[in-house]
T-cell receptor, first 109, second 113 residues
């Protein structure tokens, strides 16, 4: 059975801290790993990772994939209160996307 | 472009009632999806469609039905509502060549009492 597991499920840090969110997967016919940010409503796309070892960056966010270990991390440096959200990891396979449960991140001012 | 629109935004149902959640996209996307998100949880795929006339089950299809008679519309039907179907429902669409970029609708919050 395909599964995407995220850890931790919940995280509370202070503004300025650096956080690392984890995502492991066991999915047949893997195509890509995706990260989404979900604030109050629908998820918004952050990154797509297809190849191992190539870091994707967008401002203070970065992510990398390890296809041998079936693992990805999402790093957020110098966190701000606006980073508070649920971060969803998902795997694209065939014609559908399988989501993890998400990590709920709360940044304290 | 309106993107992906969903109606209604919020609905309360009694156990055993039926309803249809509407989803429409105006981006000519081939792929459309229905997800449910329970409190504190990630998204679970209910049904998806790769084009008009084609639908497939996702992780949690029981208690739901879909149809895709046009490219634009992908309604989700609940026949006999149960409290376990209390959730937020998201419709999404994506282009054939850019499946990773899913465009989500604003969601429908459903409460079954």
């Amino acid at each position: 059975e395909d599964k995407v597991v995220q850890s931790p499920l919940s995280l509370v840090v202070h503004e300025g801290d650096t956080v690392t969110l984890n995502c492991s997967y066991e999915v047949t016919n893997f195509r890509s790993l995706l990260w989404y940010k979900q604030e109050k409503k629908a998820p918004t796309f952050l990154f797509m990772l297809t190849s191992s070892g190539i870091e994707k960056k967008s401002g203070r966010l970065s992510s990398i994939l390890d296809k041998k270990e079936l693992f990805s991390i999402l790093n957020i440096t110098a966190t701000q209160t606006g980073d508070s959200a649920i971060y969803l990891c998902a795997v694209l396979r065939d014609d559908k996307i399988i989501f993890g449960k998400g990590t709920r991140l709360h940044i304290l001012p | 472009n309106a993107g992906v629109t969903q109606t209604p935004k919020f609905r309360i149902l009694k156990i055993g009632q039926s309803m249809t959640l509407q989803c429409t996209q105006d981006m000519n996307h081939n792929y459309m999806y229905w997800y449910r998100q329970d409190p504190g949880m990630g998204l679970k795929l209910i049904y998806y469609s790769v084009g008009a006339g084609i639908t497939d089950k996702g992780e949690v299809p029981n208690g739901y039905n879909v149809s895709r008679s046009t490219t634009e519309d992908f309604p989700l039907r609940l026949e006999l509502a149960a409290p376990s179907q209390t959730s937020v429902y998201f419709c999404a669409s994506s282009h054939l060549d850019r499946q990773e970029t899913q465009y989500f609708g604003p969601g429908t919050r459903l409460l079954v009492l």
